[in-house]
Nanobody, 121 residues
Framework: VQLQASGGGLVQAGGSLRLSCAAS????????MGWYRQAPGKQRELVAD????????YADSVKGRFTISRENANKNMVYLQMNSLKPEDTAVYYC???????????????WGQGTLVTVSS
């Protein structure tokens, strides 16, 4: 099972970006998918996550600005729509998948490779 994230880039403050993450492999189901970020010199932190049932959870710092979603037809895709971006949102964003069920095993806490988001002031 692999996670592939995309969509990062450079944007001015107030702008928007959309991150995408695709989980590939012989996946039967994924319980929770989410996005974390790590800014230089800081610990990795949860940005938002979403369960297979559509329940969402957001960091206080992004509530009202970011929206996480999963594709209805393909629950192995997760998106993060980021609006009203601020310089403090600058970080490497990582896709995460937890409780990934395959026919042979259940994997926990899988990470994608990270995608850089830079917000200029």
């Amino acid at each position: 099972v692999q996670l592939q994230a995309s969509g990062g880039g450079l944007v001015q403050a107030g702008g928007s970006l959309r991150l995408s993450c695709a989980a590939s492999g012989s996946i039967l189901s994924i319980n929770v998918m989410g996005w974390y970020r790590q800014a230089p010199g800081k610990q990795r932190e949860l940005v938002a996550d979403i369960t297979s049932g559509g329940n969402t959870n957001y960091a206080d710092s992004v509530k009202g600005r970011f929206t996480i979603s999963r594709e209805n037809a393909n629950k192995n895709m997760v998106y993060l729509q980021m609006n009203s971006l601020k310089p403090e949102d600058t970080a490497v964003y990582y896709c995460n998948a937890n409780e990934v069920r395959t026919a042979l095993y259940t994997a926990v806490n899988l990470w994608g490779q990270g995608t850089l988001v830079t917000v200029s002031s």
